[in-house]
């Protein structure tokens, strides 16, 4: 059985692989950034969704690492009081 450490050494020598594997790493990492600020504030996810005006689910799928309207994302960072400073450093 390969294991996903094996699979990544096997193939992130290929450019397009290790592109598209960067690009899904900062996606995961800004969803940490985004689900620790939240619980950071002491707010559920229902309580960050009303403020942002946006639903629990669509919350759930950002920090979930999951594709998400920019608008919805924008709207969950203004929410949490997080800045462009915030995204650009978790992105870098």
Same mark, same amino acid.
């Given at each position: 059985?390969? +294991?996903?450490? *094996? &699979?990544?050494?096997?193939? @992130?020598?290929?450019?397009?692989?290790?592109? &598209?594997? !960067?690009?899904?790493?900062?996606? @995961?990492?800004l969803s940490l950034k985004i689900h620790e600020a939240r619980e950071? !504030?002491?707010?559920s996810q229902i309580e960050v969704a009303k403020r942002a005006h946006? +639903? /629990? /689910? /669509?919350?759930? *799928?950002?920090?979930?690492?999951?594709?998400?309207?920019?608008? +919805?994302?924008?709207?969950?960072? &203004?929410?949490?009081?997080?800045?462009?400073?915030?995204? !650009?450093?978790?992105? !870098?």
């Open positions: 059985m390969r +294991t996903f450490k *094996k &699979h990544l050494e096997d193939n @992130i020598k290929d450019p397009e692989f290790r592109d &598209h594997y !960067s690009e899904e790493k900062k996606l @995961i990492e950071k !504030s002491g707010l946006v +639903t /629990q /689910q /669509q919350l759930s *799928k950002i920090e979930n690492g999951r594709n998400c309207n920019i608008m +919805t994302f924008l709207k969950v960072c &203004h929410a949490l009081g997080l800045d462009f400073d915030f995204i !650009s450093k978790a992105v !870098s």
